[in-house]
């Protein structure tokens, strides 16, 4: 089955939409709807939503040509967040909602309204690929002793993924180690640079940091830092920083205070049931106590002001930018939710410290509350690409399913996974939807070409990944077919010296993808319109004023799709080594129909 879906009228947040996103209380903002001539829509008005009451504002003609109509809207800007949906005649009835899911024959909730904030946007630099970096395992660049902690690793050694030394097997990667190799990140098209923490701590992993105050000694130091970040932007590349605003170690200094007295300002960082021997930790987990954000002090010292953790590391000498660790239960034990206080107050103090600094948060589902605009600028874009995707092109799996604490992936054909995609993104605004981490594989995955099996399907994931909208993330290794199952066994090091273990195909299609992504400004910030979602296949444009991307995926062998030359135009140029195509004697573009097989091409003339 097949929804043809190019003749739908159309709206999103991107420029050919909304020319002027960045909005001003007490102003306007004009916002604007493609109505193809295929479809039967005449009139359009605009809900948007004041001072908590609804509203409807009449959509006039802007322009139109032969293949579309454009309508545009003026709506006042009365609250910080604009919220609004479009109403359309057409349709069976005459009467049809289009929202940030999609376009529907009936009343609809305010959830996936669409967007507009007045909050100040993030910086343009942020829609570049980043490239996420576990330290301990990219490149060592000098022999360091061994904490009493670890069980020191020969480079070549077998990852141990299983058991308590998991976290105590220490390879000794370092930050002099990354710089070494800056050239072959930079020839993946990647503008940032996402370590995990760099923090002493008692952990390979380094999420149970043991302070905050200094760089690992056994990364190099803050003078490595200081290097690495150097040598980075001398090639136009930024580092963003991982920061646990919800927990530390047990051995964190903060925490060592609070154990010695029960009377210490450090205390009331952590939520104590029995001084001191009971305490909250993340999951249980006795190594990882909770912190308290009702204590003041705790959050002057962790991210609130100038003095601050959040402010100490942005600058030359370090990031540009900070994901926050499992930001979804920050702030947030039993009664207390503060995670929207703690979000807020983490980017004013950064647009303090740096103006032009970004926010990330960790989040593995629907994150939308968190992203209006005041706090989050993104986040981990598990949800609403990695799930869909990995279960569009994951192989069937065993039914029933064995879920845990986390649901199994199920095998969904293309039409789920798009209404899967489409229902998560809609309900998040789209700065935040751009800003989005879009990942196939992070530190806490199997490593995709494990996951899928078949390398065709990781050239359609990988495809989808330099494509869809949001930024993309690398995950190293994945760039050379790193083969893995199992999340800490996944954490394999980088071989460096072995090139015969490079999947050398994968990081050429790699290198071409991530490069034509950083020449064009539609697949960095353009919006998305489906035209064809099918079982097996999966078509979509990228547009931005001045360009257009066309993107065609197939997890296998399908009918072709056909589309209009009065559509994308009687030329298709192919891009990252993809094909050229021509319209034919019928006017028709007919895209390949083979697969697994991903193809992506700028319209010519569009």
């Known amino acids: 089955m097949v929804d043809a879906v190019w003749s739908l009228p159309h709206h999103d947040g991107s420029a ?7 909005i001003t209380l ?9 109505v193809p001539r295929a479809s039967d829509v005449t009139s359009a008005w605009v809900r948007v939503i004041s001072d908590g009451e609804p509203e409807l504002v009449r959509a006039v003609v802007d322009r139109q040509d032969a293949h579309d109509q454009w309508l545009r809207a003026t709506l006042p800007v009365v609250n910080p967040v604009v919220s609004y949906r479009w109403l359309l005649d057409g349709g069976p009835y005459g009467y049809q909602w289009l929202n940030g899911t999609g376009l529907h024959g009936h009343d609809v909730a305010d959830a996936a309204d669409f967007r507009l904030s007045a909050y100040g946007p993030p910086p343009a630099w ?3 690929t980043m490239y996420q970096i576990f330290p301990d395992r990219f490149a060592k660049s000098a022999d360091r002793p061994a904490p009493a902690w670890a069980r020191p690793a020969a480079w070549d050694d077998p990852v141990i993924g299983e058991g308590p030394d998991t976290p105590r097997q220490l390879f000794g990667g370092d930050l002099d180690g990354i710089a070494a190799h800056l050239d072959h990140i930079a020839s993946l098209g990647v503008g940032t640079i996402y370590l995990t923490p760099f923090f002493p701590a008692e952990s390979n992993h380094r999420y149970n940091a043991s302070t905050f105050s200094v760089v690992d000694p056994l990364l190099g130091g803050d003078a490595a830092m200081a290097r690495l970040a150097a040598a980075a932007r001398a090639r136009g590349i930024r580092l963003m920083g991982d920061l646990t605003t919800n927990h530390c170690g047990d051995t964190h200094e903060w925490f060592q205070a609070a154990l010695a007295d029960a009377a210490a300002p450090e205390a009331s960082f952590f939520f104590f049931t029995s001084h001191p021997h009971s305490y909250a930790g993340w999951w249980g987990l006795r190594e990882m106590p909770i912190f308290d954000h009702r204590s003041a002090e705790l959050r002057r010292r962790l991210y609130d002001g100038p003095d601050s953790v959040v402010a100490r590391w942005l600058g030359p000498h370090a990031l540009d930018a900070w994901r926050i660790d499992v930001a979804n239960m920050t702030g947030i034990h039993g009664g207390i939710d503060l995670g929207h206080e703690v979000a807020t107050t983490i980017r004013r103090t950064m647009a303090q410290a740096a103006a032009e600094s970004f926010l990330q948060a960790e989040s593995n589902h629907d994150a939308s509350r968190d992203l209006l605009g005041d706090g989050y600028q993104g986040t981990m874009n598990y949800a609403a690409f990695a799930r869909p995707l990995w279960q569009w092109l994951l192989p069937p799996q065993a039914r029933p399913y064995a879920h845990a604490k986390y649901p199994l992936l199920p095998n969904l054909p293309g039409r789920l996974a798009v209404r899967a995609m489409r229902e998560l993104s809609g309900v998040t605004p789209w700065q935040a939807t751009l800003h989005a981490m879009n990942l ?3 530190h806490d995955t199997h490593r995709v070409a494990s996951l899928l099996g078949d390398a065709r399907l990781v050239d359609v994931a990988f495809g989808m990944l330099a494509a869809y909208p949001g930024i993309p993330m690398i995950y190293a290794g994945d760039e050379i077919g790193l083969a893995t199952m199992g ?24 290198r071409a993808l991530f490069q034509a992504r950083a020449r064009s400004v539609a697949l960095q910030r353009g919006g998305l319109r489906w035209l064809s979602i099918g079982d097996d296949a999966l078509t979509f444009l990228r547009e931005a004023p001045g360009e257009a991307v066309l993107a065609h995926a197939a997890r296998a062998s399908h009918a072709p799709v056909r589309l209009p030359a009065a559509l994308v135009g009687a030329k298709l140029v192919g891009l990252a080594g993809t094909a050229d195509l021509w319209a034919d004697g019928e006017g028709m573009i007919t895209l390949p129909a083979d697969g697994p097989a991903f193809g992506m091409w700028q319209l010519n003339g569009m």
Do not use: C, K
């Not at 050919?16 to 960045?22: A, D, G, L």
């Open 16 to 22: 050919m939409y909304v020319p002027e996103p960045n």
């Open 26 to 34: 007490g102003g306007t903002v004009d916002v604007f709807l493609r």
């Open 126 to 128: 942020a829609t570049a």
């Open 440 to 442: 196939i594989g992070s």
């Open 487 to 510: 999340p800490e066994y996944a954490r394999v090091p980088m071989p460096w010296a072995h090139p015969e273990r490079w999947d050398q195909r994968r990081l050429a299609t790699t």
